[in-house]
């Protein structure tokens, strides 16, 4: 069973809506969460990084959400664009490794 | 900026075969790791290197070998091809300590046949 869980694995959506993609994780001691987005074809870039302190994190049209209580991580995306159209990789640091999520791949059609 | 720079795009292997996947960075980062990516699956660290001259094992080092004889280089050989092997390989690189912010070539796409 993977340590971090993202949901859902898909997602299509129509241009201009918006949409919340999904990380759960059960590994510790947790360090920070990151979240990635990878275009087909492409490696991972990191979007943004939760540490434990903090609740809400935007950039941009992208707001990320954590609840370190209950190890649950959210990623809203506003007023979609088709470039958004990606896969999603939520990443949990422990104190020295990482642990990758499977990712949502997020389809965003005209 | 270059970044992270992978090498090659694309290959096909016979089971058997040997090759090495060339990963090079510009940002004098300290650390680096390949990973491989599996369809339906989060990405599996194989090795990673703290710095030149040092390399330690991953989740999931067989059938793979590295060295990182500079700052900038860091090639992943894999001496016996085996269909199992098939996997799209990242090649990843941070600044200070592991988990920080990676920063990821493009990928090599790999099919052993």
């Known amino acids: 069973k993977n340590q971090v869980e993202q949901s859902p694995q898909s997602l299509i959506i129509l241009e201009g809506k918006n949409c919340t993609l999904q990380?759960?994780?059960?590994?510790?001691?947790?360090?920070?969460l990151r979240w990635y987005k990878q275009d087909t074809g492409r490696g991972p870039v990191s979007l943004t990084i939760?540490?434990?302190?903090?609740n809400t994190k935007s950039n941009g049209r992208y707001t990320a959400t954590l609840d370190a209580d209950t190890k649950q991580s959210s990623l809203h995306i506003t007023a979609s664009q088709l470039s958004d159209s990606a896969s999603y990789i939520c990443?949990?640091?422990?104190?020295?490794?990482?642990?990758f999520g499977a990712g949502t791949r997020l389809t965003v059609k005209p | 900026n270059a970044g992270v720079t992978q090498t090659p795009k694309f290959r096909i292997l016979k089971i058997g075969q040997s090759m090495t996947l060339q990963c090079t960075q510009d940002m004098n980062h300290n650390y680096m790791y390949w990973y491989r990516q599996d369809p339906g699956m989060g990405l599996k660290l194989i090795y990673y290197?703290?710095?030149?001259?040092?390399?330690d094992k991953g989740e999931v080092p067989n059938g793979y070998n590295v060295s990182r004889s500079t700052t900038e280089d860091f090639p992943l050989r894999l001496e016996l091809a085996a269909p199992s092997q098939t996997s799209v390989y990242f090649c990843a690189s941070s600044y200070d300590s592991l988990g920080e912010k990676l920063f990821f070539g493009s990928g090599t796409q790999l099919s052993v046949l």
């Open positions: 990443v949990v640091r422990l104190n020295n490794d990482m642990r």
């Open positions: 990380c759960n994780y059960t590994v510790s001691p947790f360090s920070n």
């Open positions: 939760m540490t434990f302190s903090e």
């Open positions: 290197s703290v710095g030149a001259g040092i390399t």
